[in-house]
Every structure is written in C-alpha cells, then in structure tokens.
C-alpha cells in the first residue's frame, strides 16, 4: 500500500472494485500521506478523515456484494473548499466564513457520495475563489518546487492531485482557476461548459463566469468524474436539461476526423519559449493522431480580458453583498480591490459589457462552424515563480499574459482540457489547452486522451 498514491483514479477504481484493493486500506494510506506531506504543502483546508474510513468501510461492503457504483465507487477523492459538504467548515479561503458548517451538501459533492466516492476534505483555495490568498492564510506549495506559483485560486486541488493526496479533485474556474493549478502543478484540468455542472451549494465569485470541474492525472479521469457530477439540477435553475454522455465509452486514441484550429498570431505574440513550444508540440502529437490543423483567426479578445475585471468586479460585489464594505477590515487586499472596481462601475458600463461579452461569444460559436476544436497556451508564461507572481498587482502585461488565455473562454463559457506538455527550463511543469463547442466535453476527453497514449508528461511526478 506505499505505491499506489500515483496510480491513475480509474485504474485504482478497477483495482478496487475488482476486490484486489481494499477501499478502507487505500484511504488510509492516503490519510497518512496526507499527515506525512501536508505539514509541508498546505494543500488541504479541512481533512474529513472520521467521514472518510466511514465511506470507505461502507464502499468495502457494498463492493464485497458485488454492488459496484460506478468509476468511483472507493476512491478517495478531495474537493474544493467552496464546495459545501454537510457538517464540514467550508470558510470559501476566507477569515469571515471560516465557522461556517453547512448543512447540506453542494449537488456536486453529494453525487460524488452517490457514486461512492471517499471525499478525503476540503482543499485550500484562493479568498473567495480571487487572485490572492487570505494574508492569514498558508498558500499551497508547489510540489516540483516551492519557489514556484502553484496556481490559483484552486491552489489546493492542483497541490494535493499532483503530490499524491488524492486520486482527483474538484476545482472551480471563473477567469482561469483551473487551468492555473493545472498546469502549475502538471495535471489535467477539464473546465465544463458552463451550465453542465450545478453549481448549487458552492459559494460563488461571479455567477455567470464560475465553472466547476474535475482535476486529475488524465484526461480519462477528469472524464469519469465529469460523468458523475455533470447534468441537470433542480436546485440550480441555470444547469441545462440535457443528457450527459458517457465519457469513456468512445474512445478510440486517435483524432481522425477532428480538426483543430489555431491562430499562428495570437497564439505566439508575447508568448514566452517554454508555453510556445509546448503548443507547438502538442499540435504535433495532434497531427501525428490524425487531426487536420486549421489556421484560423481567432477574434480579437483584448476587449473582454479588459472588461473581465469590471463584470466579475459586479458579480462579486452581488455575492458579497452581506459582508462588504460592512467588514471591509476583514478581507484582503486583492478581494477588496476587485470589490471596490465592482461596486464603482455604473449600469451603462455594466450593459456596453454586457453587449460586447455577447458579441465576442457569438463570434466565438461561428468559429466553431469550421472546426472541432481550438489549441491555445495555457498561460504566455511558463512556469512562473512566486517572485514573479508577486509583481502582478503592478504589472499590467504580467496580468493580460496571465488571462490572455483563460478569461476569454469564462467570457463565452467554452469547455476547455488543459494537459501537461512539458517542463520549462526552471523544472516547472508546463501546460496548453484544446478547447471545445459548447457541451462538447466529450470531444475533450477524447483529445486529451489520445495525447496522453502517446507521451508520459502526464505520468511524471514530483519525487516526493
């Protein structure tokens, strides 16, 4: 039992639900990993391990009877401190919250206990799901290296998935917080459609922007536990009624018939090394799988990366309503900021934003009339080091290198796979992203794994 903290989410399913792994012993090495390494790592907000050993004696049992729930029936999992779980604090990386107990769970955690998942805890985050970490609050440690960013705002699940402390994680993206961690941390991050995941017990940062989704070590796990999580919720009016496919069902490892789009330009202008040459790689692999590579012009984004901060601004201020300014003096400067831009901006500034996000987003689904899929960086800078990520509030083409690439798809609501393509020259992993047509995550599951049969950057882990 001292191996298998590495072992994909899938395959240490099969293992246990074909009864050659016990869930109960699984979780509690993963238990004493979690106490070996996260003294150092800071990646978990609340273990849950009482709750945890009783799932897993109850999976034990269930498995023993040959009542197998699914992909996840067994295995340990941890979720995002945002995300509500009965009875756990859920502080949303906050001081104000942190005495909050819900009393219900989040849709997304309670149809990972459905599907008998162990929920291992809660992960650390960013305040309120922005850009900072609470100044009371320990940052996650990246794995590879502590003096690299680990990635927000969920900092915690990129940590704990990639050291080893779960088998997969619950993240939440508004402006990149997915695909961040993701690829700080060498991961696969999938961040849905917006709509195909409730978001009903989850506290918010901007509600028309939010994404939960699935992080893992594949892009074959991120699409189990999509299957799980994803589909309409009666709690949440704004999930969409329609069915969700079976992830794993048709996969086939390669991409013949799949065309990929990139824009040459906006793909390489201000792109350092590093983030450039794990794209062009990656569309490489892509052709060798059987992809037709497209040159396209994608629509010029600078519009809504600049109005991203004004309209999550106004959203935030919406859901902080109760707190802010009336306890201003507890919230950081990075949260107060963004609520101060939202709370100054007026209701013709809100609509011109409005009108234009629409606009972007309709010019966006017209591209995807000529293709299947979009290659983009996952950042402009590779690997960045926390030095560097400490100048952000100064640096204003720091902060569009940043976003350049996530923030347009919050903007349109685009489904997106990040994958771990390599390592830049600092020892950081590196990331890009295929992104896909609106509810088509299917597809990204399908060319994320079949990149993943051909290279191993993905089964590279930090030596600890």
């Known amino acids: ?69 699914g992909p996840l029936h067994g295995v340990p999992v941890a979720v995002k401190d945002l995300c509500w779980a009965k009875g756990a604090p859920a502080a949303h990386g906050m001081t104000i919250h942190r005495d909050f107990r819900p009393a219900e769970d ?18 650390q985050q960013t305040e309120g799901a922005y850009a900072d970490h609470h100044p009371k609050i320990d940052p996650p440690k990246n794995p590879w290296n502590a003096d690299l960013w680990s990635g927000a705002s ?5 940590v704990a998935t990639a050291a080893g402390l779960c088998f997969g994680s619950l993240g939440t993206d508004t402006g990149g917080s997915i695909r961040f961690p993701s690829a700080a941390n060498g991961v696969t991050g999938l961040k849905p459609t917006w709509g195909r995941v409730s978001r009903y017990g989850a506290f918010e940062l901007a509600a028309t922007l939010d994404h939960i989704g699935p992080m893992a070590r594949s892009a074959v796990d991120c699409g189990a ?3 799980v999580i994803a589909g309409q919720d009666p709690k949440d009016t704004t999930s969409v009624p329609l069915p969700v496919p079976e992830y794993l069902a048709s996969l086939s490892g390669d991409l013949r018939g799949v065309t990929i789009g990139v824009d040459r330009r906006w793909t390489s202008e201000g792109t350092d090394g590093d983030a450039a040459k794990v794209l062009t790689e990656g569309l490489r692999v892509a052709a060798d799988l059987g992809a037709k590579i497209k040159e396209i012009t994608f629509p010029d984004p600078k519009a809504v990366i600049d109005d991203w901060f004004p309209l999550c601004g106004i959203e935030v201020a919406v859901a902080h309503e109760d707190t802010y300014p009336a306890r201003k003096d507890e919230y950081g400067p990075a949260l107060a900021g963004l609520l101060d831009l939202g709370r100054q901006q007026s209701g013709m500034d809100y609509q011109k934003i409005v009108l234009r996000r629409e606009a972007f987003r309709g010019a966006v689904r017209l591209l995807f009339e000529s293709v299947d899929l979009l290659a983009v960086p996952a950042q402009a800078f590779a690997a960045p080091t926390l030095a560097k990520m400490a100048a952000l509030g100064e640096d204003a083409s720091l902060i569009a290198g940043l976003l350049r690439f996530t923030c347009p798809f919050d903007m349109t609501g685009s489904p997106t796979v990040t994958l771990p393509g390599g390592f830049a020259a600092n ?22 794994d079949a990149f993943q049969r051909v290279t191993d950057w993905h089964k590279r882990h930090p030596g600890i």
């Open 427 to 448: 020892g950081g992993p590196v990331g890009f992203q295929f992104v896909g047509r609106h509810f088509d995550e299917a597809g990204l599951v399908r060319a994320g």
């Open 154 to 158: 969920s900092s915690g699940s990129g």
């Open 1 to 69: 039992m001292t191996d298998i903290h590495y072992l994909a989410l899938v395959e240490v399913g099969q293992q246990i639900q074909a009864k050659k792994l016990s869930p109960v012993e699984v979780t509690k090495a993963m238990l004493r990993r979690i106490e070996q390494l996260d003294v150092k790592l800071k990646s978990y907000a609340y273990l849950m391990a009482d709750s945890a050993l009783a799932q897993a004696a109850a999976a034990e049992k269930e498995i023993a009877s040959d009542k197998v729930r």
């Open 106 to 123: 989040a849709t997304v955690v309670a149809r990972l206990k459905d599907a008998g998942a162990i929920i291992l805890g809660k992960l």
């Open 225 to 227: 536990i999509l299957g």
